[in-house]
């Protein structure tokens, strides 16, 4: 079978496509043929060892996991003997947490990981990123903020991946949704959902009158000194993405100030959340918006093109 994997840090060419026999399932694994997975700017920062502090975790000289990709979505081949609640032909998607080898052909994973069935109602394509930007974003708006019907959320690159999940579950919850993008993306982010969509080249948010309960920076593109008074009294500034400015800020006033990395969450409380968002597709509440998909083998390109910050919702890789 064919993986991506990487054994230096380094630029989108460090990474192989190995040639290596199918992985065997242990008693409680299910092997997986892998339809789609997810390439992701994660992936990317893992790759290049970037942030270089990231590197006491991933390993200081080269990367202690050579493999790449997290999300996936594809059919059960094979389970081992202790496997329950799963069968050999069922189509599931989830994740396999800190980029484990998911952009692959083949994949083992457990039972109890964070995975559920397909919805029939989504393709594999449209499943393997839900856990990057839709657990992300779901992860922060409900667990994180809490959002209210009725509260007015700000979302700061809303034609990213974690943006376009985050306007249309802001909308699920009921709330106000302003949404920052560019010229180009306007049309979609007005079209996921959201009431009121400002053009970051034309018109800087932390520099308007208009207050919000919550702006949730889904990018990092700006930080809570320049964007506190566009907040309202007790609102609250979120971001996934962590800079020197949100650790300080996060630590001193953290009631106002959240970051969090959601795969340190309890993978139990991601299943939970995941099987919500799984709720919501098929009621066809949510839809995955995909803006490239390659071939595993072209996975170069696709993280090439994951490092130019144009891309809008997701990348898929899918196999042949
Ligand atoms: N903490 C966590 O648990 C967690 C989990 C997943 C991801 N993340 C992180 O979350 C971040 C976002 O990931 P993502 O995949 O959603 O990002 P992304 O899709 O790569 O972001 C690209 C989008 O950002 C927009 N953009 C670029 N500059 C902008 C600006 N100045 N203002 C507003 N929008 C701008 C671009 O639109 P234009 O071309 O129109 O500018 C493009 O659509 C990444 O840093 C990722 O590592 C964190």
Redesign the pocket.
């Known amino acids: 079978m064919k993986s991506a994997i990487y054994t230096s840090y380094g630029s989108p060419e460090v990474i192989q496509i190995l040639e290596s026999k199918k992985p065997l399932p242990k008693s409680k694994d299910m092997l997986v043929q892998i339809k789609a997975s997810s390439a992701?700017?994660?992936d990317?920062?893992m790759r290049a060892g970037k942030p270089k502090f990231g590197r006491l975790f991933l390993g200081l000289f080269k990367p202690k996991n050579t493999s790449l990709g997290t999300g996936f979505s594809g059919v059960i081949d094979s389970v081992g003997s202790e496997v329950t609640q799963f069968n050999v032909g069922d189509e599931i998607f989830g994740e396999k947490l800190f980029s484990n080898g998911t952009n692959a052909e083949f994949i083992c994973i457990a039972e109890d990981s964070i995975i559920a069935l397909k919805p029939n109602n989504i393709s594999h394509q449209e499943a393997a990123p839900v856990c990057?930007?839709f657990?992300?974003?779901y992860?922060?708006l409900k667990d994180i903020a809490n959002i209210q019907p009725g509260q007015h959320i700000l979302i700061?690159?809303?034609?990213?991946?974690?943006?376009?999940?985050a306007v249309q579950i802001a909308k699920l919850m009921g709330a106000t949704v302003t949404g920052?993008?560019?010229?180009?993306?306007m049309a979609l982010v007005k079209a996921l959902g959201a009431d009121f969509v400002i053009d970051?080249?034309n018109n800087d948010f932390t520099k308007n009158i208009k207050t919000y309960d919550v702006i949730y920076d889904?990018?990092?593109?700006?930080n809570y000194s320049k964007s506190r008074n566009a907040l309202k009294s007790g609102g609250v500034f979120l971001?996934?993405?962590?800079s020197l400015n949100i650790l300080w800020h996060s630590m001193s006033n953290p009631k106002r100030v959240k970051?969090?990395?959601?795969?340190?969450k309890k993978p139990e409380e991601l299943k939970q959340m995941l099987l919500e968002l799984v709720d919501f597709f098929k009621q066809k509440q949510l839809k995955t918006v995909i803006?490239k998909s390659y071939y595993l083998s072209d996975i170069k390109k696709a993280h090439h093109y994951?490092e130019?910050?144009?891309?809008?919702?997701?990348i898929v890789l899918i196999n042949q």
């Open positions: 992701t700017r994660a990317t920062m990057d930007g657990l992300t974003s992860n922060f700061n690159g809303a034609s990213g991946s974690l943006g376009t999940a920052v993008c560019s010229t180009k993306n970051y080249k889904s990018v990092g593109k700006t971001t996934p993405v962590l970051f969090a990395a959601t795969g340190l803006d994951l130019t910050d144009r891309k809008v919702g997701n």
